[in-house]
């Protein structure tokens, strides 16, 4: 499903429609709201590192005599300069998206295999109200629900997520079991 795109969330004759996607109500085995707080302490810290980094770099360009074809010590300011501010410029930006981040919250739902997101808002009320539905449709054939709702799965929230112990005993990549991946 695509970015910040408003999708159809109904649930009619047991089968759970998420935009053009059909989940069997009596196949599913877990529904669940999960919340994604973003880490703004780590962005902070991420930019604080990266300043302290691009500070020793600059600190060790300014007591090094850098040859330029007019003699020593000139013209490399002009560039250090720029590319010093873009970095100080992008840095603060990533910190930026981080810290005015809002919380996000995903329906996950899981039938046989590991869940997986299905939807994400940054309304927890809306993401909760999915998942009661689906889990009275559950023991109820009647269940009827309709609503719409603007999908930021693609945002933050990445698809597929383990509650529990992983395995993969197959392949090139084999890890065997991970326990509490």
Same mark, same amino acid.
């Given at each position: 499903?695509?970015?910040?795109?408003?999708?159809?969330?109904?649930?009619? *004759? !047991?089968?759970?429609?998420?935009?053009?996607?059909?989940? #069997?109500?009596?196949?599913? /085995?877990?529904?669940?709201?999960?919340?994604?707080? %973003? $880490? $703004?302490?780590?962005?902070?810290?991420?930019?604080?590192?990266?300043? /302290?980094?691009? @500070?020793?770099? @600059?600190?060790?360009?300014?007591?090094?005599?850098? #040859?330029?074809?007019?003699?020593?010590?000139?013209?490399?300011?002009?560039?250090? !300069?720029p590319?010093? @501010?873009?970095?100080? /410029?992008?840095f603060?930006? !990533?910190m930026? !998206?981080?810290?005015?981040?809002?919380?996000?919250?995903?329906?996950?739902?899981?039938?046989?295999?590991? %869940?997986? +997101?299905?939807?994400?808002?940054?309304?927890?009320?809306?993401? $909760?109200?999915?998942?009661?539905?689906? +889990?009275? /449709?559950?023991?109820? %054939?009647?269940?009827?629900?309709?609503?719409?709702?603007?999908?930021?799965?693609? *945002?933050?929230?990445?698809g *597929?997520?383990?509650?529990?112990?992983?395995?993969?005993?197959?392949?090139?990549?084999?890890?065997?079991?991970?326990?509490?991946?």
């Amino acid at each position: 499903m695509a970015r910040n795109k408003v999708v159809q969330v109904r649930i009619e *004759d !047991r089968i759970l429609w998420i935009g053009g996607a059909a989940y #069997p109500v009596q196949n599913i /085995a877990v529904a669940m709201t999960v919340e994604y707080v %973003p $880490r $703004r302490m780590a962005a902070i810290v991420r930019f604080l590192s990266s300043m /302290a980094i691009l @500070l020793a770099v @600059l600190v060790l360009l300014a007591r090094t005599n850098i #040859p330029h074809r007019y003699g020593y010590g000139y013209g490399y300011g002009t560039l250090v !300069r720029p590319v010093a @501010l873009a970095l100080v /410029a992008f840095f603060a930006f !990533r910190m930026l !998206r981080v810290l005015f981040m809002r919380t996000r919250y995903a329906v996950y739902i899981g039938t046989s295999g590991s %869940p997986f +997101a299905v939807l994400g808002s940054t309304d927890e009320r809306e993401m $909760r109200e999915i998942v009661d539905q689906v +889990a009275k /449709a559950i023991n109820n %054939p009647e269940a009827r629900y309709h609503t719409t709702v603007t999908n930021i799965l693609g *945002d933050v929230i990445s698809g *597929d997520k383990v509650f529990g112990d992983k395995f993969k005993v197959f392949g090139e990549n084999n890890m065997g079991k991970q326990v509490g991946a």
